[in-house]
């Protein structure tokens, strides 16, 4: 088992700045591809971004492209998510995801990611 546990939500105002973290334990961290979704109150979860095992694979929706930014450092076990510009709509939980085989032109699909953590609350309200 691959445990994740997320960190660094909050409460910020538009225009704001958050870095989440992803923490894994359990597994070799190098072995897997990381995810990042989003689900906000009564919606869909959602794909925003995913990293490669190497890190040289990025992938970001639409609606956050320029202005979040996914890193990984193997080291550390632990993925991080930079999130400027944050806007009300960015609010919801945020988890990250690890999948052994990510095709990346599926990355934003929930199917593809093998273990998931418990989230952490992003509120962008002012």
């Known amino acids: 088992q691959l445990q994740l546990v997320e960190s660094g939500g909050g409460l910020v105002q538009p225009g704001g700045s958050l870095r989440l973290a992803c923490a894994t334990s359990?597994?070799?961290?190098?072995?897997?591809?990381i995810g990042w979704f989003r689900q906000a109150p009564d919606k869909a979860r959602e794909g925003v971004s995913s990293i490669s095992r190497s890190g040289g694979d990025t992938a970001y929706a639409e609606s956050v492209k320029g202005r979040f930014a996914i890193s990984r450092d193997n080291a550390k076990a632990t993925v991080y998510l930079q999130m400027n510009g944050l806007q009300p709509e960015d609010t919801g939980i945020y988890y990250c995801a690890a999948a052994r085989a990510l095709n990346s032109n599926r990355w934003f699909l929930k199917k593809e990611y093998d273990y998931w953590g418990q989230g952490t609350q992003v509120t962008v309200a002012s």
């Open positions: 359990g597994l070799s961290f190098d072995y897997f591809a």
